[in-house]
T-cell receptor, first 114, second 112 residues
């Protein structure tokens, strides 16, 4: 009965490959996010969707493309992977877009690009 | 100046100690404040929201000082299980909705 689940947990791939990370939440939340935590442990937002619509798109290379087929799912596709993409990617959800709506995180996908 | 700054630590304390973390934020328009906890190689989890009047949850007390733009977290009677990284989080009103700004975290290690 995991609230926010993302797969895979670990992803090791070579430069230039294309990969996807999937995320699903069963909390009935309206808003979902992708965050990136780099090697310095800095957690930064990448994208946010509210009811399948993109509402936040921070300065992220366009090699990263989120897709939300429904409000319970937010997947992340990455094209032409680079060494600098190595990080932990966290999916999260919140009840709504309100600024006092806390986040519920998935357990992360550790991406290593070689 | 970084948007949210924290002392990275590590804070190494014995069990039973009281420890306090501070966090400063740069945007005076910030409206919501939180402390999240992140265990090693795990996801962040909400520890507590921070209210203007200050609030307490068991051994944890959070305070907000808007004039000086800082937030604090006090942990009393530290337990071994409190060992984690504590993330200060600020949300901007009027900015991107739901856009939380995370500090880099303060690492706490509680020793027996």
């Amino acid at each position: 009965d995991t609230a926010v689940s993302q797969t895979p947990k670990y992803l090791v791939t070579q430069m230039g490959n294309d990969k996807s990370i999937k995320c699903e939440q069963n909390l009935g939340h309206d808003t979902m996010y992708w965050y990136k935590q780099d090697s310095k442990k800095f957690l930064k937002i990448m994208f946010s969707y509210n009811n399948k619509e993109l509402i936040i798109n921070e300065t992220v290379p366009n090699r990263f493309s989120p897709k939300s087929p429904d409000k319970a799912h937010l997947n992340l596709h990455i094209n032409s992977l680079e060494l600098g993409d190595s990080a932990v990617y966290f999916c999260a959800s919140s009840q709504d877009t309100g600024w006092n709506s806390p986040l519920h995180f998935g357990n992360g996908t550790r991406l290593t690009v070689t | 100046r970084k948007e949210v700054e924290q002392d990275p630590g590590p804070f190494n304390v014995p069990e039973g100690a009281t420890v306090a973390f501070n966090c400063t934020y740069s945007n005076s328009a910030s409206q919501s404040f939180f402390w999240y906890r992140q265990d090693c190689r795990k996801e962040p989890k909400l520890l507590m929201s921070v209210y203007s009047s200050g609030n307490e949850d068991g051994r944890f007390t959070a305070q907000l000082n808007r004039a000086s733009q800082y937030i604090s977290l006090l942990i009393r009677d530290s337990k071994l299980s409190d060992s984690a990284t504590y993330l200060c989080v600020v949300s901007l009103y009027g900015g991107s909705q739901g856009n939380l700004i995370f500090g880099k975290g303060t690492k706490l290690s509680v020793k027996p």
